[in-house]
């Protein structure tokens, strides 16, 4: 009859539990999350992003700044649109070819280990937030090297055997 709802019997569904058991969920990381991000650190090296970034971010992406600023924070993951989206706009405010895995990362290592690696214009910087209001270094900034605050876990180049012949 259409419309009345079958009510599956309970040894059928533990029976199809044992054959289709549940997908495995990917790793979270501690605070939950499933990805890093460094998109606060690449926007520090756009020129475009150093006055009212966030917002900026938000237009060139078209979405609103509260998404962007979720994501810097660390509170959400993006979408795939989004991660795709963000970096595309990195990259043209940057102006270098950017691949999404400088971006984000699902296990905190990254192709270039340092942010300012990636900019053509950086030999290695402090970030404004690592001064105080006289332009004094913040003492958490003073035994840093410039460039180090930004360095993130690089990825392990896989070793290619070589054949002899």
Known sequence: MLGTRTRVPTYLH??????????????????????????????????RYWIDGQNRLAKDCNVSKSTINRLIRGETDPSYVLAVTVSAALEKSLGVPLSMREVFSTDGTYPTGCVCDLSPSCTGCFPPFAYNTDDTMKSEFKDLKPGDWCRSPQMPIPEIPLSDN
């Not at 539990?17 to 999350?33: D, I, V, Y």
């Open 14 to 47: 533990q029976f199809t539990q044992k054959l289709m058991p549940a997908p495995a969920q990917p790793e979270r990381l501690p605070n939950g999350r499933r990805l890093t991000n460094r998109v606060k650190a690449i926007m520090i090296h756009c020129t």
